[in-house]
Structure formats: structure tokens, C-alpha cells
């Protein structure tokens, strides 16, 4: 099973809003609505954000959003803060019932 | 409290093994599957096993089939990984994780280092 493709990086500065993409096939992210999202900090367990596409776990800011359009699976983030700063990763349930997590993306607020 | 608490990490030789527990606390162990979840130094996150709440249902990586087995103790609320056959490639931070829904991992540990090498 292959990891999920996000991008290596992005950026973006304080107040803004931006999408992180999670590429996967229709055995993974096409034919199940259990998409998630983590953020992790260095040095720091992951953090649950995201969960079955579009929900997010109590406490989570409402800032943070998730989507899913065919293979594809999106986290949005708006009005960017500085301790979003972190790696994200999405990961799905996939046919063979196992996870698959994506290879990770590094926010870098400006 | 939810805590996730890993032990058994620590330096080991190729083809060597290693046994990691993760002692659970705060909930009804016993009513939630749980995973293992490893990140090589630098790296991303890999998913390597998950188990049911009764042990019915276990899964695994393709890249440990064969080699890890998971398994738990709902008396003791701990989750373990027997590791065997090590490769320098296992060598990562693994983390024990509650399963909230369905793959979804809303209570992670602080993670135990194994390293892999002569």
C-alpha cells in the first residue's frame, strides 16, 4: 500500500488561508469517508484535527476544515496563526483494512 | 485522565527482538481497539497494527506482517508489540494509539525509541 501524497511544504503568513491536498486512489480516500487529519510538533505525539473527512474532535478550532472530492482529501486552514506552525499529516482507511498515512507536510508560518 | 504510557524501547541488533507495552489509563480500555503507529528519526508517520477491543481483529503494515505481533490484556489495560526479526529500517519512535471511530487515533502515548544496529 503506497503513502498518500501530500506537499513536502508550505508557507503562508499570519491571517491567511490555505489548503493542504492528500492524494490517494479510490481503494483508500474514493471509497471511504475515513479520511484524518494530524498535527504534530516537534518533538510531540500527533494531535487528532480532522476525522471521517469533515469533523473535528472537541476543542479543535473551528479554523481548521476538511473536504474530500473524489481521490483527493483537503484540510483548510484560515486566519493562519503562528502556533499552526507544525507538520500535518492526512491518513485514510483503505480495502485491505489497514491504515495508510501520507508522507506529511510542513507548515511554516511567516 | 487519558494517558498512553510506551515502554520496552532501547537499542537492539539486527534479527535481534524487542517487546514494547503501553499501559492505558483513564478509560475502559477493554471498549476500544488500539494501534501502533511507529516515525523513523526525521521521517513521517507509518501505521504498523491496530487490534480489536476483544482481539478478534488483528492487522498489520505489509512492511511487519510476519515479524510484529500485537496483542493486549484487557485485565492489565496494556497493549504490546513483540517485535522479532529487526531490521535497521524498524529503527523509529513508536507511539501506542486509541482508536476513537474508525482508524481515527485520538489519545496517543509519548512514543519509545527502538534503534535497530550492530
Known amino acids: 500500500q503506497s503513502a498518500l501524497t501530500q506537499p513536502a511544504s508550505v508557507s503562508g503568513s499570519p491571517g491567511q488561508s490555505f489548503t493542504i491536498s492528500c492524494t490517494g486512489t479510490s481503494s483508500d480516500i474514493g471509497g471511504y469517508n475515513y479520511v484524518s487529519w494530524y498535527q504534530q510538533h516537534p518533538g510531540k505525539a500527533p494531535k487528532l484535527i480532522i476525522y471521517e473527512v469533515t469533523n473535528r474532535p472537541s476543542g479543535v478550532p473551528h479554523r481548521f476544515f476538511g473536504s474530500k472530492s473524489g481521490n483527493t482529501a483537503s484540510l483548510t486552514i484560515s486566519g493562519l496563526q503562528a502556533e499552526d506552525e507544525a507538520d500535518y499529516y492526512c491518513a485514510s482507511f483503505t480495502s485491505s483494512n489497514i491504515l495508510v498515512f501520507g508522507g506529511g507536510t510542513k507548515l511554516t508560518v511567516l | 485522565e487519558v494517558q498512553l504510557v510506551e515502554s520496552g524501547g532501547g537499542l537492539v541488533k539486527p534479527g535481534g527482538s524487542l517487546r514494547l507495552s503501553c499501559a492505558a489509563s483513564?478509560?475502559?480500555?477493554?471498549?476500544?481497539?488500539m494501534n501502533w503507529v511507529r516515525q523513523a528519526p526525521g521521517k513521517g508517520l507509518e501505521w504498523v497494527s491496530s487490534?480489536?477491543?476483544?482481539?478478534?481483529?488483528?492487522y498489520y503494515a505489509n512492511s511487519v506482517k510476519g515479524r510484529f505481533t500485537i496483542s493486549r490484556d484487557n485485565a492489565k489495560n496494556s497493549l504490546f508489540l513483540q517485535m522479532n526479526s529487526l531490521r535497521a529500517e524498524d529503527t523509529a519512535v513508536y507511539f501506542c494509539?486509541?482508536?476513537?471511530?474508525?482508524?481515527?487515533?485520538?489519545?496517543w502515548g509519548q512514543g519509545t525509541l527502538v534503534t535497530v544496529s550492530s
Open positions: 487490534i480489536s477491543s476483544d482481539s478478534n481483529y488483528i
Open positions: 483513564g478509560f475502559t480500555f477493554s471498549s476500544y481497539s
Open positions: 494509539a486509541r482508536e476513537a471511530y474508525n482508524y481515527d487515533f485520538d489519545y
